[in-house]
């Protein structure tokens, strides 16, 4: 299984991105993807994870309100819509794919596939 994020870029504080994240290979049936984030001297952080049934999406709080994930079964691929982002956004923003149990779908350790990620930089 391979995923493949884009999307990412330079924008000034209140703009908007949208990050994508397309998962091939014939074995995969991770039951969700999700998005991380890392900026540089801090640890890998939880952004948003949805189902592949595409309900229940989960969202880190600073993240709430202002991100959407969605997801497209018949492309496997999963988007997150970064609407007004501030200078705290900026970071490596990596997806991931995996099956974990529910209480731990918050956590990078439990995902088993990863994207190469794609640099967002918000400039104040």
């Known amino acids: 299984v391979q995923l493949q994020a884009s999307g990412g870029g330079l924008v000034q504080a209140g703009g908007s991105l949208r990050l994508s994240c397309a998962a091939s290979?014939?074995?995969?049936?991770?039951?969700?993807m999700g998005w991380f984030r890392q900026a540089p001297g801090k640890e890998r952080e939880f952004v948003a994870t949805?189902?592949?049934?595409?309900?229940?999406?989960y969202y880190a709080d600073s993240v709430k309100g202002r991100f959407t994930i969605s997801i497209n079964n018949a492309k496997n691929t999963v988007y997150l819509q970064m609407n007004s982002l501030n200078p705290e956004d900026t970071a490596f923003y990596y997806c991931?794919?995996?099956?974990?149990?529910?209480?731990?779908?918050?956590?990078?350790?439990?995902?088993?596939?990863w994207g190469q990620g794609t640099q967002v930089t918000v400039s104040s």
């Open positions: 991931a794919a995996g099956s974990p149990i529910s209480s731990y779908k918050y956590f990078p350790s439990a995902y088993g596939y």
């Open positions: 290979g014939t074995s995969f049936s991770s039951r969700y």
């Open positions: 949805i189902s592949r049934f595409g309900v229940n999406p």
